[in-house]
């Protein structure tokens, strides 16, 4: 079987700190924190009363109004942000490459809020007010179904649900695809939005959410001493992946080419990872044989980084578990330091942000890292961006039951 090269030939997000890519970017380089208050919903009585919420987005530009009342926010983000990823990358889906091209968008909860507000027309008014959009506009596959039926795109559509790996797995499973010639070409990424009350109170009820109140902006600080728990965010992020020959030919701006791609389970707890980072290891090091690369061969890490206290020291342990003595020269990142934990959405914007690391030769600074933890010792980036020849990047994300995902991104080279 012929194994084919995947470049990254477009890209594009929608994040708490930003309603584009060229936004989310400069304020994640500048260090902007996205949470703020929560707007959704009374917060009354909450023990959360903050979130990292994506403001002002208008999906006008990019959907009918009609259509738009017949999707949740999660599918909103996901089909704004690839028409975004589609024009960036110059992709025209005509008739004849539809087929061949896919969609795989992954989602952790989907449309929550929509069950909330059918739920309440269940017990106000009864049956019969509910809407007949219900089902098709909660379910978590809608991202990738709506990308499809907006782009055009005719080939695998499919949606990972693997909590808060489910968008490092979306675009892993597309890379699958091309690598084994499945597809030319793979709208991927995650979507999410949960940011209601029934979100915020189960998160609450685990003792997972930070309960920073009076300063949310210094709230979410993975790795530090004193974090004291996640914040919760929303978004979408996006890549256009292409069969190397096939962007080549068209003559597509590569940016960068998909690696390796490693998952595992931990097969260990609901919610919490094993003590040494057993887990998280596995992937990384199913990552790094794929991509035939040595540990001493990636330059970065953009961390799952989450601010729970067991999240980032079992991260930290895994990633010693896997590179030894390297560990201490690899520069880490954790954007959620200002984007909050995005959940479905999570490993798909930070995927965005690792090529843009690459692109660029600067590493973004993990915000909010006052005091070190004497257990997370590694260069976590504290404070400021990190200019550095970067060839190559590895983003972790880990999801509750167990299920944890790497992708490895590297400098395109002929």
């Given at each position: ?65 009609k259509q738009v009342r017949r999707m949740d926010l999660f599918t909103q983000y996901a089909v704004s942000a ?173 940016l960068a080419e998909v690696a390796g791609f490693g998952t595992s389970g931990d097969a260990f707890h609901m ?144």
């Amino acid at each position: 079987m012929t194994l084919h090269r995947v470049a990254v030939t477009g890209m594009a997000a929608i994040t708490p700190i930003g309603n584009d890519l060229a936004a989310s970017w400069h304020n994640l380089l500048a260090g902007v924190p996205g949470a703020a208050p929560i707007t959704r919903f009374d917060v009354s009585g909450f023990d959360t009363t903050f979130a990292c919420e994506v403001k002002g987005f208008d999906p006008a530009p990019y959907i009918p109004v009609k259509q738009v009342r017949r999707m949740d926010l999660f599918t909103q983000y996901a089909v704004s942000a690839s028409l975004m990823a589609v024009k960036d990358a110059n992709l025209a889906i005509t008739d004849d490459l539809a087929p061949h091209v896919g969609v795989i968008i992954g989602c952790g909860l989907g449309g929550l809020r929509t069950i909330e507000e059918q739920h309440k027309k269940l017990l106000d008014s009864g049956p019969s007010r509910i809407s007949p959009f219900f089902i098709p506009v909660l379910i978590a596959n809608m991202a990738a179904g709506q990308t499809a039926i907006f782009t055009g795109a005719k080939g695998p559509n499919v949606c990972p649900s693997t909590a808060c790996a489910s968008g490092a797995h979306g675009v892993g499973y597309a890379y699958t695809d091309i690598l084994l010639g499945r597809a030319k070409a793979m709208i991927c990424g995650g979507a999410e939005s949960t940011i209601d009350a029934m979100a915020v109170s189960g998160f609450n009820a685990l003792k997972a959410l930070s309960t920073r109140n009076d300063a949310p902006e210094i709230a979410s600080r993975p790795f530090e001493k004193d974090r004291t728990g996640f914040v919760i965010g929303e978004g979408s992020g996006i890549l256009i992946l292409e069969e190397l020959d096939f962007a080549k030919a068209r003559g597509a701006r590569i940016l960068a080419e998909v690696a390796g791609f490693g998952t595992s389970g931990d097969a260990f707890h609901m919610t919490a990872p094993p003590d040494d980072g057993y887990g998280a290891a596995l992937a990384m090091r199913a990552a790094l044989r794929e991509a035939r690369m040595a540990p001493e061969d990636i330059d970065s890490i953009n961390a799952h980084g989450t601010s729970t206290q067991l999240n980032d020291l079992c991260e930290t342990r895994a990633i010693k578990k896997v590179y030894g003595d390297h560990a201490k020269n690899i520069s880490v990142t954790a954007n959620k330091s200002m984007i909050g934990h995005c959940l479905g959405a999570a490993g798909a914007i930070e995927s965005v942000f690792s090529v843009k690391s690459l692109l660029e030769g600067i590493v973004p600074p993990t915000i909010n890292y006052d005091t070190p933890d004497p257990e997370c010792d590694l260069d976590y980036t504290p404070g400021q961006p990190q200019k550095r020849d970067i060839r190559t990047v590895m983003t972790n994300s880990f999801g509750f039951g167990g299920t944890n995902a790497c992708v490895i991104f590297k400098k395109y080279e002929e």
